[in-house]
C-alpha cells in the first residue's frame, strides 16, 4: 500500500515543482522586460544623480596617445539615453589611488542601441588619463549622466560653425553626427578642427566620410600648427579671425559658433568671434 501511495504522489509533486519554476520564469522573463523596456524609454539607461557602471568590451588605439573605448549597455537593445549635445561624467582613480570624476562626450548616439563610445586622448599627467590608460576589456567604468547646457532641436539654426582643438572634437562629432544621420534636418555644419600634427587628429577617417557623403551640409577645415608633411594642404599655425571668416558661416541670427578645446584656444576664440561682429547668442563654448 505504501508503494501505491508514494507513486500516487510523485505526479502531485513534479506539477508543483514544475509549478514553481514555470513561476520563477516568468518573474525573470518580467524583471528583463521591464528593464529591457526601461532601457529603451527616452532616458535610456543613465541616472544624472547617480554612478551605474558599463563593461568595457573593446578598447582601439586610434593615436599614439589617444583610443575609442566602447562600453556594453544592459541588453543588445539598450539605449544610452544621452541627448545630441549633452555629456557624460565618468569617475576613476588617478595614479596615487584617488578618485576623479571627469566629463567626457560619447561619439555615438541613440541611434546606436547595446553600446556607447568614447575617445580618450590620455595625457602624461592626466589624473583620469591614468584610469583609462590602465582600463582593460571587461573591467567596468562608473558614468552618470546626462549633463550639459547645450540643447538641440533640428533645425534651430540654419548653420553651426564650430572650432575644435584636440579632444575638443568629441562634441562637435556628436552633434554633426545627430545632424547628418536625421533626413529631416537640413541645418549645414562648417568644422574648423585645429592640432599640432596630423597624427594628432582624431577622427579623421570618420570626418572625411562625413564630408564625402554629405558635401552640401558639412565641411571641415584642418588646421596644424606643426605640420611635419610639406605637402600639407590644410592651415598652418594657430586658428585665425581669417580662417574664421573663410570657414564660418558670417554673423547672422540664425547661425551659432560652437567652440571646444583648451582654455587658452577657447579665449582666443572668443575675443576673435566678438572682434567679427558675433554676438552672445551667436556663440556657445562647451
Keep these: 500500500m505504501a508503494f501505491i501511495q508514494s507513486m500516487d504522489f510523485m505526479p502531485i509533486a513534479n506539477a508543483e515543482i514544475l509549478g514553481v519554476l514555470i513561476a520563477i520564469f516568468s518573474v525573470t522573463i518580467a524583471a528583463a522586460s521591464s528593464y529591457y523596456f526601461l532601457c529603451r524609454k527616452s532616458k535610456g539607461c543613465l541616472d544624472p544623480q547617480k554612478f551605474k557602471e558599463f563593461k568595457l568590451i573593446k578598447k582601439t588605439p586610434i593615436s599614439p596617445n589617444a583610443a575609442k573605448f566602447r ?40 541611434s546606436q542601441d547595446g553600446y556607447f563610445e568614447l575617445v580618450v586622448k590620455m595625457y602624461p599627467k592626466g589624473r583620469m588619463s591614468h584610469h ?23 533645425g534651430q539654426v540654419r548653420a553651426f560653425g564650430m572650432i575644435a582643438g584636440g579632444t575638443g572634437i568629441t562634441p562637435m562629432f556628436q552633434l554633426s553626427r545627430a545632424i547628418l544621420e536625421n533626413p529631416k534636418d537640413k541645418t549645414s555644419v562648417h568644422l574648423i578642427y585645429a592640432n599640432t600634427t596630423l597624427e594628432d587628429i582624431l577622427l579623421k577617417e570618420e570626418l572625411d ?13 584642418y588646421v596644424l600648427s606643426q605640420p611635419t608633411d610639406s605637402a600639407w594642404k590644410g592651415g598652418v599655425g594657430h586658428v585665425s579671425k581669417e ?28 575675443a576673435h568671434l566678438n572682434a567679427l561682429g558675433y554676438t552672445s547668442p551667436m556663440q556657445f563654448q562647451f
Excluded: W
Excluded at 78 to 102: F, I, M, N, W, Y
Excluded at 243 to 270: H, S
Design 71 to 110: 562600453f556594453s549597455l544592459p541588453t543588445p537593445k539598450s539605449l544610452l539615453g544621452l541627448p545630441a549635445g549633452k555629456h557624460v561624467v565618468c569617475r576613476g582613480r588617478d595614479s596615487e589611488g584617488q578618485e576623479v570624476t571627469r566629463p567626457y562626450t560619447p561619439i555615438t548616439l541613440d
Design 132 to 154: 583609462f590608460r590602465e582600463m582593460c576589456e571587461g573591467e567596468y567604468l562608473a558614468v552618470k549622466g546626462p549633463q550639459g547646457r547645450f540643447n538641440y532641436k533640428p
Design 209 to 221: 566620410a562625413f564630408a564625402s557623403k554629405f558635401p552640401n551640409r558639412f565641411k571641415v577645415y
Design 243 to 270: 580662417m574664421i571668416q573663410d570657414y564660418c558661416p558670417p554673423p547672422a541670427f540664425d547661425i551659432q559658433i560652437l567652440r571646444c578645446g583648451p582654455p587658452g584656444m577657447n579665449k582666443a576664440m572668443e
